[in-house]
């Protein structure tokens, strides 16, 4: 198997994964249900530790099985997963076809330490659209490593929203790579409130004019939870846009990470890229590392990038008290203003309203 990463890589700087290489990873095993897993009352594919259950799944016509694919990937871990995908889907969405929305869950129930690498295909054919809504769920020590494959040709359109909830002490590395093809759009937003460890990275190519990328993010962090936003975004064609909003709240000795990198092609002349990163330290002990980069070739570009990091602002809360509101509700109100702007991207109706639910839930677990 590929060696994991180390901080020698620069796109490691931020994570290490010394606690993960000390684990020894069995392979998955079938395993129950143990939770109620979400309902939308959307078509659902589901995965019990790594392996496509049918009898949980509704999955429509346009979803098919795994395929194994050659990867000449320099990226570590899509090559551990390339080595080691067992399972995983391919959705391939014919042109002109608005094929709603679908759930892709991911449970796992780990009784001693597992490892499972699911490999997904996602096709949008010409002007088609697709929403999906992924969730990661689980108990026990395991490492979750999906690797993402997107293609989305000329006017297609893919929501697609992201609920990372996994166990305390699970491991969950993603890697999400999308082409975007002339007037297509890839709107992207994940909310990160699980794992021991955890890190999405995308790597996006805006590859014909006009077109257009959100990579969204909120990862609200506690105990001494570590999770990475990484992205790359190449603009490699005119008149394209990017926006990146990636928010954090952090608290007890939890520590987040953002790198966000726009490459802008020589060609790529009228490129609009943008990026923010903002954070909260709710504790001494937190932290935060921002890695923001521009890499720019051509010489009509508008493109730019910002980070704040504070603290809830004390006369805001004074505010809301002197008006009755208790401090711990002021606090959680405050907290949610501020996570409304990375929630930008989704437009699902009933997405959003899972999404913030799942924030509504993670604040009242602390």
Known sequence: MTALPTRKLEAWRYTELKSLAAISFAEPKPAKISAPLPDLGLPRIVFVNGSFNAALSNAPDFVGPFAKVLDDSALPLVQINAANAQDGITIDIPAGIDAGAIMLISYANAAEPIAFHPRHRIVLGTNATLTIIEVALGQGVYWHNPVTDITLQEGATLGHYRLQDESAEAFHLATIRAD????????????????????????????????????????????????????????????????????????????????????????????????????????????????????????????????????????????????GIPEDQARAMLIRAFLTEALEPVTHEAARTFLEDAIETWWARK
């Open 180 to 323: 975007i093809a002339e007037k297509a759009a890839y709107e992207s937003f994940s909310l990160v409130v699980g794992g021991k460890l955890s890190r999405a990275e995308f790597h996006t190519n805006l590859n014909g004019p006009n077109a257009s990328t959100h990579l969204n993010a909120a990862q609200l962090l506690r105990g001494r939870q570590h999770a990475d936003f990484t992205s790359v975004v190449g603009h490699k064609a005119p008149n394209c846009a990017s926006r990146q909003t990636v928010k954090s709240v952090l608290f007890d000795h939890a520590r987040g990470v953002f790198q966000g990198r726009i490459e802008v092609a020589q060609i790529a002349q009228k490129t609009d890229g943008y990026q923010m990163n903002q954070a909260l330290l709710l504790s001494p002990h937190a932290e935060i590392d921002i890695k923001p980069e521009l890499e720019i070739f051509a010489d009509d570009v508008k493109c730019s990038h910002g980070a704040t990091i504070g603290a809830l602002d004390p006369e805001q809360i004074f505010y809301l008290r002197s008006r």
